[in-house]
């Protein structure tokens, strides 16, 4: 009898899982195991959306695995635990899918080492992505830095086998026979309920119906509509691409089928959507490749740019306080959702990074703590495009104007509303600049200073000082230091 370990970790799903796949192909018996990590979940605070998300997700693979005589061990312990559990149920293989995290990497090393010792193999398999590690290559072979030609160079590469369905699913007869057990408690891994179970985007089984809903109606209005916060016109899948609850070959290829067939519009949101799901395995390979992006900035020049940390612009702009109201809408709707729609994720981190100067990284760490789809791969692609240290990222004196932004992409101010329901019942047109309507807005009973915050920065000013700032120590950086880029792929 070949016995297996199989390791769930950001790939929590049953069906269309290549690792998952692969172990069951080879083994007679395979038994699954997912561990809560104590050190990740010790530096997490007690309501934590993401713990209750992959608690979810346990819970539906156990219900499903029960169903058929079989269960999960779940444990929370130290990832070492699965050394101890491949010994004791004395398997010769633990399977699970390629993490390219570097904290990962070496864990993975390590768990390797450990298991070879013990004549144990370890296997891992690419799952989360299309293109990993150094799959695409430009013609020096070195992994590209600009994300065009790589966009080129990844459809170029496409093959159908890159998006094949691995029938994990068919084969879950050989998972281990198991008595039903309870799952742990949230509260038992030290962790509270938080308000997920009610959010539409959040729920743990909602990949599926979310990827549908994208393919009958969104897709064909993607392209014009994933501009608007206030319109629900993107997927809302980046949680499941995160915790692996839909498979990224799935999407792609049922994408790429639609796009076969549709015409007009409904292709160019299929093949918009679909470069956006490119921009995701960008970042991925530029985290593998250049693995100190998770410390410093990726071009070296901007290694010792003089960030700002003033606490209290930090807490305004952390707690949307700004006096800038599509801002401060959108770090409410982080605060309060755990999402963050794209554009507003790109003018938040411009005005932290260009309008109060302060250190990406900052913003980036509580990006981190707040998302719930972070990632660390196009997290720090976003925050280094946006404080434009980073990989392909916009040039420095691109600085997003948060009232052209909030005429131009919430011009009826619908998302303002939402988020500051202060400004509820006030003419749009005060919204986009309220400081410009104080008199007419304390008609209204709004007092700003008091209800609402004035600016806690002068926009005008702030970006004059700004520029000067990149441009002054630009100049002062040596040459040969300046640009490690290739432009020319
Ligand atoms: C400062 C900043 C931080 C970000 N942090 C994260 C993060 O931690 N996790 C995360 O998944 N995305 C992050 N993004 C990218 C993007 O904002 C989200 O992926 C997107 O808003 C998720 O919503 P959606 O699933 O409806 O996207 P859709 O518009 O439906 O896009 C489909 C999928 O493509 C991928 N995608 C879309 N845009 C990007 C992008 N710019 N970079 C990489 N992948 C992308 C996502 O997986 C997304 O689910 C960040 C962007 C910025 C500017």
């Known amino acids: 009898m070949k016995k297996a370990i199989f390791w769930f970790r950001r790939d929590l799903r049953l069906e269309d899982n290549t690792a998952l796949f692969q172990c069951l192909n080879e083994h007679d018996v395979v038994i699954p195991v997912f561990i809560f990590d104590k050190s990740i979940l010790e530096k997490l605070p007690k309501a934590d959306k993401r713990v209750e998300f992959i608690w979810h997700c346990i819970q539906h693979i156990k219900t499903k695995l029960n169903a058929i005589g079989s269960d999960i061990i779940v444990v929370h312990?130290?990832?070492?635990?699965?050394?101890?559990?491949?010994?004791?149920?004395?398997?010769?293989?633990?399977?699970?899918?390629?993490?390219?995290?570097?904290?990962?990497?070496?864990?993975?090393?390590?768990?390797?080492?450990?298991?070879?010792?013990?004549?144990?193999?370890?296997?891992?398999?690419?799952?989360?992505?299309?293109?990993?590690?150094?799959?695409?290559?430009?013609?020096?072979?070195?992994?590209?830095?600009?994300?065009?030609?790589?966009?080129?160079?990844?459809?170029?590469?496409?093959?159908?086998?890159?998006?094949?369905?691995?029938c994990s699913e068919d084969l879950l007869e050989?998972?281990?026979?198991?008595?039903?057990?309870?799952?742990?408690s949230l509260e038992s891994i030290g962790f509270e309920k938080t308000s997920i179970g009610d959010k539409p985007l959040v729920g743990a089984n909602h990949a599926h119906k979310l990827f549908a809903d994208f393919k009958t109606d969104k897709a064909q209005y993607y392209k014009e509509n994933r501009e608007f916060p206030s319109i629900s016109g993107t997927s809302f899948l980046s949680t499941h691409f995160r915790f692996g609850t839909i498979s990224i070959?799935?999407?792609?290829?049922?994408?790429?089928?639609?796009?076969?067939?549709?015409?007009?519009?409904?292709?160019?949101?299929?093949?918009?959507?679909?470069?956006?799901i490119i921009w995701r395995d960008f970042y991925f390979q530029?985290?593998?490749?250049?693995?100190?992006?998770?410390?410093?900035?990726?071009?070296?020049q901007y290694h010792n740019f003089p960030w700002q940390t003033d606490a209290v612009l930090f807490k305004a702009w952390c707690e949307g306080q700004t006096g800038y109201p599509l801002?401060?809408?959108?770090?409410?709707?982080?605060n309060t959702l755990g999402y963050m729609h794209n554009r507003m994720r790109m003018l938040t981190a411009s005005f932290l990074t260009k309008i109060m100067l302060i250190d990406y990284k900052m913003g980036e760490q509580y990006?981190?703590?707040?998302?719930?789809?972070?990632?660390?791969?196009?997290?720090?692609?976003?925050?280094?495009?946006?404080?434009?240290?980073?990989?392909?990222?916009?040039?420095?004196?691109?600085?997003?104007?948060?009232?052209t932004q909030s005429k131009k992409f919430d011009s009826e101010g619908l998302f303002i509303r939402k988020y500051l329901p202060i400004f509820a019942d006030v003419p749009t047109k005060f919204l986009?600049?309220?400081?410009?309507?104080?008199?007419?807005?304390?008609?209204?009973?709004?007092?700003?200073?008091?209800?609402?915050?004035?600016?806690?920065?002068?926009?005008?000013?702030?970006?004059?000082?700004?520029?000067?700032?990149?441009?002054?120590?630009?100049?002062?950086?040596?040459?040969?230091?300046?640009?490690?880029?290739?432009?020319?792929?």
């Open 367 to 403: 990006f981190a703590e707040k998302l719930l789809d972070f990632d660390l791969a196009a997290n720090s692609g976003g925050w280094q495009w946006s404080a434009s240290t980073g990989c392909d990222s916009q040039p420095y004196f691109r600085i997003f104007n948060p009232m």
């Open 432 to 489: 986009h600049a309220p400081w410009e309507y104080q008199k007419e807005l304390q008609a209204l009973g709004i007092k700003l200073g008091k209800d609402y915050p004035l600016p806690i920065v002068n926009y005008v000013e702030a970006r004059k000082a700004t520029l000067m700032c990149f441009d002054d120590f630009l100049k002062s950086t040596p040459k040969a230091t300046q640009d490690s880029e290739r432009e020319s792929e």
């Open 249 to 276: 070959r799935q999407v792609v290829r049922e994408i790429l089928e639609l796009s076969d067939v549709a015409m007009g519009r409904f292709r160019e949101g299929c093949d918009t959507w679909l470069n956006e």
């Open 174 to 184: 050989k998972m281990v026979k198991l008595p039903k057990s309870e799952l742990m």
């Open 77 to 166: 312990d130290y990832p070492r635990e699965i050394i101890q559990l491949a010994i004791e149920h004395q398997v010769d293989s633990v399977y699970c899918t390629e993490d390219y995290e570097p904290d990962a990497i070496s864990r993975d090393q390590f768990v390797r080492d450990e298991l070879s010792k013990n004549n144990i193999q370890f296997k891992n398999f690419k799952d989360t992505v299309i293109f990993a590690k150094r799959e695409i290559l430009n013609q020096q072979g070195q992994p590209y830095h600009v994300f065009t030609a790589y966009k080129n160079a990844w459809r170029a590469k496409l093959h159908s086998s890159n998006f094949h369905h691995y």
């Open 286 to 300: 530029i985290l593998f490749n250049d693995p100190h992006v998770v410390h410093t900035s990726f071009k070296p």
């Open 327 to 334: 801002v401060d809408a959108a770090m409410i709707q982080l």
